[in-house]
């Protein structure tokens, strides 16, 4: 599965838009983008996840760039809620494992 | 309620004890896993199971057994606990989907203090 890079922390204000970008130039044409979340100390969350086109749930938008080097999650009106660590995350078609990097640290800020 | 859940909690344990973490889902998933966390770390593997006959062996199984009694069960055992496997555990389920690859759900984490 190919590595990704994503910065280590973020600040975001309450209400706006929180963008998160990762990283993955080595990502293979059947590797997916996968995003979780977690919240300390609880159980990871998924969020999203795609593979060439852009992506839009409930709870967030992924954007991945035409040459699928590089992606950005985006929460449309971030919440104190929303503070976590957000990892990126690439896995191949039939993959299974789920292995976190650092992540990022998002910090929403009222 | 929680699609899966894992018991117990919070767990506190003497070096040497054998100790059980037991996973339940209600999600209908066949594949489960077994994950640890250390502080500021992300997960690493320790048991993977795709159905109730099939069990595997993830990246750290030394120390570590598992067993899958039932679709929605699968549990965790260290034999004779030591110090260094003092973390967070997590559950997974999965379902694979047709031609991609598995989203994972886990459980809320079991906190494990060897002493």
């Known amino acids: 599965d190919a590595k990704t890079t994503q910065p280590t922390s973020m600040d975001c204000a309450e209400g706006r838009a929180a963008n998160l970008p990762c990283n993955h130039s080595?990502?293979?044409?059947?590797?997916?983008v996968y995003w979780y979340r977690q919240i300390h100390s609880q159980g990871p969350q998924y969020i999203i996840h795609?593979?060439?086109n852009n992506e839009t749930n409930e709870m967030a938008s992924l954007i991945i760039t035409e040459d699928r080097k590089s992606s950005t999650l985006i929460l449309p009106h971030a919440t104190l809620r929303d503070t976590a660590v957000y990892y990126c995350?690439?896995?191949?078609?039939?993959?299974?494992?789920?292995?976190f990097g650092a992540g990022t640290r998002l910090f929403v800020k009222a | 309620d929680a699609d899966v859940t894992q018991t117990p909690r919070n767990r506190i344990t003497k070096t040497g004890k054998r100790i059980m973490l037991e996973c339940s889902q209600t999600?209908?998933?066949?594949?489960m896993y077994w994950y640890r966390q250390d502080p500021g770390l992300g997960l690493q593997l320790i048991y993977y199971?795709?159905?109730?006959?099939?069990?595997n062996k993830g990246e750290i199984s030394d120390g570590y057994s598992v067993s899958r009694q039932a679709q929605a069960k699968f549990s965790l055992s260290l034999e004779s606990a030591i110090p260094n496997q003092t973390a967070l555990y997590f559950c997974?389920?999965?379902?694979?989907?047709?031609?991609?690859?598995?989203?994972?759900?886990f459980g809320p984490g079991t906190r494990l203090t060897v002493l």
């Open positions: 997974a389920t999965s379902e694979p989907g047709t031609g991609i690859s598995d989203t994972q759900y």
């Open positions: 080595t990502i293979s044409g059947n590797e997916y």
């Open positions: 795609g593979l060439k």
């Open positions: 995350i690439v896995r191949h078609d039939g993959g299974f494992k789920t292995i």
């Open positions: 999600k209908g998933h066949d594949r």
């Open positions: 199971s795709f159905d109730v006959k099939d069990i």
